[in-house]
């Protein structure tokens, strides 16, 4: 088992940043990739980021690409998504994913922008 704890939402003006994290706890030698996707009231959940424990490599949505960066901390077993240029399409709640929809998922975090 690995559990998710995210943290790091709220509530933002657009223009700003936030800054997700992921921390994983359990069997964490399991994981080989960690994402984060989103969800909107009445919209499908939506992969935004993806990265790869070894060896790394990241993938971006198309709708995030150039304002989020995916990170990760092996040391503490955490990842990060870095949110910037927010606009109002981006409020949804954000999930934490490991090793794909099969794998372990996060509570979620709710993200607010304002106009």
């Known amino acids: 088992q690995v559990q998710l704890v995210e943290s790091g939402g709220g509530l933002v003006q657009a223009g700003g940043s936030l800054r997700l994290s992921c921390a994983a706890s359990?069997?964490?030698?399991?994981?080989?990739?960690t994402a984060w996707f989103r969800q909107a009231p009445g919209k499908e959940r939506e992969l935004l980021a993806r990265i790869t424990w070894s060896p790394v490599s990241t993938y971006y949505a198309d709708s995030v690409k150039g304002r989020f960066t995916i990170s990760r901390d092996g040391a503490k077993n955490t990842v990060y998504l870095q949110m910037n240029s927010l606009n109002p399409e981006d409020t949804a709640v954000y999930y934490c994913?490991?090793?794909?929809?099969?794998?372990?998922w996060g509570q979620g975090t709710q993200v607010t922008v304002s106009s």
């Open positions: 359990g069997r964490t030698f399991s994981i080989y990739a």
């Open positions: 994913n490991v090793n794909g929809l099969n794998g372990y």
